[in-house]
């Protein structure tokens, strides 16, 4: 077929760009499929958006995704038309303003977007699912997530399983995913385990690599794709986003894209690439400064005599305020704690902070929990 000088020099950036991509840190040839080189252009250059495909679902998803726990329909679509098309959200995010954003934002474009959608209602509720593919202006969701922290034994559970074969039945679901921020290794283990999980989303920040390698290479040979949430890229740290694509199990990184400024940087980091020689020096350096900051892992919850949400408590704060700069998605998420699990019960008996393998100080954050969204 002959194509146009246009449509050439279109392919041959795409081509270029992809392969600056797969070269480096990601290894000749990992990136599986690459932008789709038939998109047109409607004012909007059209991105280099390498794409993997996720697992045994066989999507081919972009490497770059958007959460949208605090975003708006403007920059979904301006992602969109940048070949971004893993849009993730859930009925709680904003109180329900965020899935009416996406709704907004891919009326008339379902079919180029995969959706993941969050359970955060009762199992058994199927009208709250109804409800949600309302909001959203569609008939189903490509993946819903179940999700589960600090508990590998309802990651196991047979309601996640019969809950989703009747979701998938009516037709409203096609694949299960669990997302986790909260033990994450012991939750996604247990998801392995199952063989009913399609796709993982964990908290996944560079530096706890050496502690994921085995399970890396477990959902390799099981053809389960992981999406890497809360990993604390930035533009400011452009060089650390394709790090997390050397391990080929970590197919995106999903990330909150609050304004199409934040989206443009983000795409930005997603060109830089990174000499193989250097990268076991940014881990390092991650490493370091990972010290005394949470990694999710959800230990102090655990060891907590109260039983308080202590880790959601730390990362209102030191997640969503001190990292991400956005004390409103902080807010949000404080009130939605239940308020016996919350600061307010604290009884500052250090318990937690015994128990954190990052020596956080669990207890400041505590406070300043309560102090900064009570
Ligand atoms: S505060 Fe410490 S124990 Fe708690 S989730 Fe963060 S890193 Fe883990
Ligand atoms: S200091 Fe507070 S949050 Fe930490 S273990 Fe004790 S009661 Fe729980």
Same mark, same amino acid.
């Given at each position: 077929?002959?194509?146009?000088?246009?449509?050439?020099?279109?392919?041959?950036?795409?081509?270029?760009?992809?392969?600056?991509?797969?070269?480096?840190?990601?290894?000749?040839?990992?990136?599986?499929?690459?932008?789709?080189? &038939?998109?047109?252009? +409607?004012?909007?250059?059209?991105? %280099?958006?390498?794409?993997?495909? !996720? @697992?045994?679902?066989?999507?081919? #998803?972009?490497?770059?995704?958007?959460?949208?726990?605090?975003?708006?329909?403007?920059?979904?679509?301006?992602?969109?038309?940048?070949?971004?098309?893993?849009?993730?959200?859930?009925?709680?995010?904003?109180?329900?303003?965020?899935?009416?954003?996406?709704?907004?934002?891919?009326?008339?474009?379902?079919?180029?977007?995969?959706?993941?959608?969050?359970? &955060?209602?009762?199992? +058994?509720?199927?009208?709250?699912? %109804?409800?949600?593919?309302?909001? !959203? @202006?569609?008939?189903?969701?490509? #993946?819903?997530?179940?999700?589960?922290?600090?508990?590998?034994?309802?990651?196991?559970?047979?309601?996640?399983?019969?809950?989703?074969?009747?979701?998938?039945?009516?037709?409203?679901?096609?694949?299960?995913?669990?997302?986790?921020?909260?033990?994450?290794?012991?939750?996604?283990?247990?998801?392995?385990?199952?063989?009913?999980?399609?796709?993982?989303?964990?908290?996944?920040?560079?530096?706890?690599?050496?502690?994921?390698?085995?399970?890396?290479?477990?959902?390799?040979?099981?053809?389960?794709?992981?999406?890497?949430?809360?990993?604390?890229?930035?533009?400011?740290?452009?060089?650390?986003?394709?790090?997390?694509?050397?391990?080929?199990?970590?197919?995106?990184?999903?990330?909150?894209?609050?304004?199409?400024?934040?989206?443009?940087?983000?795409?930005?980091?997603?060109?830089?690439?990174?000499?193989?020689?250097?990268?076991?020096?940014?881990?390092?350096?991650?490493?370091?400064?990972?010290?005394?900051?949470?990694?999710?892992?959800?230990?102090?919850?655990?060891?907590?005599?109260?039983?308080?949400?202590?880790?959601?408590?730390?990362?209102?704060?030191?997640?969503?305020?001190?990292?991400?700069?956005?004390?409103?998605?902080?807010?949000?998420?404080?009130?939605?704690?239940?308020?016996?699990?919350?600061?307010?019960?604290?009884?500052?008996?250090?318990?937690?902070?015994?128990?954190?393998?990052?020596?956080?100080?669990?207890?400041?954050?505590?406070?300043?929990?309560?102090?900064?969204?009570?």
């Amino acid at each position: 077929m002959k194509c146009t000088r246009r449509e050439f020099l279109g392919t041959s950036t795409k081509v270029a760009a992809s392969a600056l991509l797969g070269s480096a840190i990601l290894g000749k040839g990992s990136v599986e499929a690459q932008v789709d080189s &038939t998109k047109k252009s +409607d004012g909007v250059t059209p991105e %280099v958006v390498p794409m993997r495909t !996720l @697992g045994r679902t066989n999507l081919k #998803i972009s490497m770059m995704s958007v959460g949208t726990s605090r975003t708006n329909e403007n920059t979904i679509r301006y992602a969109i038309k940048r070949g971004i098309n893993f849009i993730h959200t859930s009925p709680t995010y904003i109180m329900g303003w965020s899935i009416r954003k996406v709704a907004k934002a891919i009326k008339g474009q379902r079919d180029k977007v995969i959706l993941g959608l969050k359970v &955060t209602w009762d199992w +058994d509720r199927d009208d709250k699912l %109804v409800k949600s593919l309302d909001s !959203l @202006g569609t008939d189903y969701v490509d #993946i819903v997530f179940f999700p589960i922290h600090n508990d590998p034994e309802q990651v196991a559970s047979p309601e996640v399983k019969s809950t989703f074969d009747r979701w998938k039945k009516q037709g409203r679901v096609r694949f299960l995913g669990l997302t986790t921020h909260g033990g994450m290794k012991e939750c996604m283990q247990a998801a392995l385990k199952t063989g009913w999980y399609d796709c993982l989303m964990p908290a996944y920040q560079i530096h706890q690599r050496e502690q994921y390698l085995d399970l890396f290479k477990e959902c390799e040979e099981k053809r389960i794709g992981i999406v890497a949430m809360k990993t604390k890229i930035s533009p400011a740290k452009p060089e650390l986003t394709s790090l997390f694509f050397q391990d080929r199990s970590v197919k995106a990184i999903c990330r909150t894209i609050s304004s199409l400024k934040a989206l443009t940087g983000y795409i930005e980091a997603f060109k830089r690439n990174v000499p193989s020689k250097d990268a076991s020096r940014i881990i390092q350096r991650e490493s370091l400064a990972s010290v005394g900051r949470c990694t999710m892992c959800g230990t102090c919850t655990l060891n907590c005599p109260s039983g308080l949400a202590v880790n959601d408590m730390v990362r209102c704060v030191d997640y969503y305020v001190d990292t991400m700069d956005d004390f409103e998605v902080g807010k949000e998420n404080y009130l939605a704690i239940d308020r016996r699990a919350g600061a307010d019960h604290c009884e500052q008996c250090g318990m937690c902070e015994n128990a954190c393998p990052n020596n956080v100080a669990i207890r400041h954050y505590v406070r300043r929990s309560k102090e900064m969204f009570s």
